[in-house]
């Protein structure tokens, strides 16, 4: 997290809490997901818009399934692979070089105990702007 540079207080207590609890809800998840789409261009530099499809289409997909399992009143948690964790999960489920794994998801039941940071307030006359 040092190298993020982050100098918003309550952002740093939020990621130091955060990542550990990625990782333990992943290994005490009673499901994990590993959402897949077939990327035929580079990502980042895509030969059209349309090259971008699947991209934009596994994020509604992974978005519905969240919607779906709270409406079910289970939790879900996201984790967006760091490192050679793709890889990792791509030699061990044996999936095919041409297809990506934008996240990880574990969904389960919601712990009792959990903890719910303070998030900063933000008047969006200040923040959304038009024309301008």
């Not at 712990?111 to 024309?131: C, F, M, S, W």
Request: glycine share 4%.
């Amino acid at each position: 997290m040092k190298s993020w540079n982050l100098a918003d207080e309550n952002q740093k207590r939020m990621y130091s809490d955060a990542i550990p609890k990625q990782c333990r809800m992943l290994l005490d998840a009673s499901c994990v997901i590993l959402p897949l789409f077939r990327q035929k261009t580079d990502l980042l530099r895509p030969k059209d818009l349309s090259a971008l499809n699947a991209f934009a289409s596994i994020w509604c997909c992974i978005e519905n399934i969240f919607l779906a399992a709270t409406a079910e009143h289970y939790a879900c948690a996201l984790r967006i692979p760091l490192g050679d964790e793709q890889e990792y999960a791509r030699q061990a489920m044996n999936f095919p070089a041409e297809y990506v794994m934008p996240c990880f998801i574990a969904i389960g039941k919601p712990a009792g105990n959990a903890i719910y940071h303070i998030q900063n307030e933000h008047d969006l006359t200040e923040r959304v702007h038009l024309n301008g």
